[in-house]
């Protein structure tokens, strides 16, 4: 709700919002899906990373994880998502698909795990999860 407030400078109204300051950014609903999945990407300073992490939220538009690897935003990530078999008609499949980093949290006093949101990209593939040895 906007609101007039008494007259400002050179006879101009004020106006004043009570409108709360955050703005939504998100465009698509987020849900609380503990997936398993594998990270990998570069690091800032050269060298590759391979991490297994466990999916806080997912959306279609992107995703919302914890990772040990210290990684920056803009960086790009593959993620490799281990669907569950309800989901897929008892099958082991897996969802490869890119993203770029758009926000990284500190880690938690207690923890040594920094918080990532990672925006998906166009490009992503359905695969048969790799057979464990």
Known sequence: MIKKAPAGKAGQPAVRSSAPSKIARR???????????????????????????????????????????NII???RLRLTITLPPRATEGKKVQLKIDGLTVRVEKPRKTAKKQGVAVRFTKDYHFVPAAKKA
């Open 27 to 69: 465009k698509e609903w987020r849900f609380p899906l503990p997936l398993a999945a594998i990270v990998s990407g570069e690091l800032p300073l050269g060298g590759k990373f391979r991490e297994e992490v466990k999916i806080r939220n997912i959306s279609s538009t992107g995703a919302f994880f914890d990772l040990e690897a």
């Open 73 to 75: 935003v803009g960086a």
